[in-house]
């Protein structure tokens, strides 16, 4: 069974219509690049999954229980937004830790809040989640102490904290220069394994084509393309694909 199932999802800003019924489903432990020029949804769609935006129209579903059914007419409780955005870890463009806080505060802040374990247990599982993003010997310095790509490493492990069964990344590498590009592109390479089931919207291709397991190409709100990375970058059908494939390779 899918542990993603996306139907129909529709978004209007006004009188923009954003998406234009976006439905996929993705399997336990795969990672879905998403690609795409901006303005295409991208972001949007991705803000739908994390109950940051909400859908004017479709549903979603993890591990077989309905989160969100725009057909009930129903506004969702903040505490029932506050359990559904537990299913998803969110990482930003740019970073957003705590500034006043070290390293392990902003890892530890919200299960402490939430009191996922016992104080020892939270500090135990940050500590290791730092080691896991190669940061263990900054665990006590602040944000502005770190580089970009040591930030957005911490944010990560702080979304890996909270044990999401879908870890998310909005343009992870988008605020970075090449070289922290690649060290945070290595981090999410290393979290693929058969339980982490990751959706990166990501404009690094070659990323997409060599670690995802099913890529999806937007255009103008709708998915003009889905398959596998050979079925989307050796074998495009849409015209726009192979329009903004070959505009990205160029520029490589």
Known sequence: M???????????????EVLKGITFSLERGQVLAIIGSSGSGKTTLLRCLNFLET???????????????????????????????????????NFNLFPQYTVLQNVTLAPSLLKTGTAE?????????IEKVGLIEKKESYPCQLSGG??????????????????CFDEPTSALD???TGEVLKVIKALKSGDSTMIVVTHEMEFA?????????????????FGTPEEVFDNPQSPKTKAFLAKSFEEI
């Open 2 to 16: 899918a542990v993603l199932e996306v139907n129909n999802i529709q978004k209007h800003f006004g009188k923009t």
């Open 55 to 93: 859908p004017d129209e479709g549903t979603i579903s993890v591990d077989g229980k309905t989160l969100f059914d725009a057909a009930d007419h129903k506004s969702l409780s903040d505490e029932v937004i506050r359990q559904n955005r537990l299913h998803f870890g969110l990482v930003f463009q």
């Open 121 to 129: 247990e939270i500090q135990s599982k940050a500590l290791s989640l």
């Open 150 to 167: 040591q930030q957005q490493r911490v944010a990560i492990a702080r979304a890996l904290a909270m044990n999401p069964e879908i870890l």
């Open 178 to 180: 090449p070289e922290l």
């Open 209 to 225: 084509k060599n670690v995802a397991d099913k890529v999806i190409f937007m255009a103008d709100g709708v998915i003009e393309e």
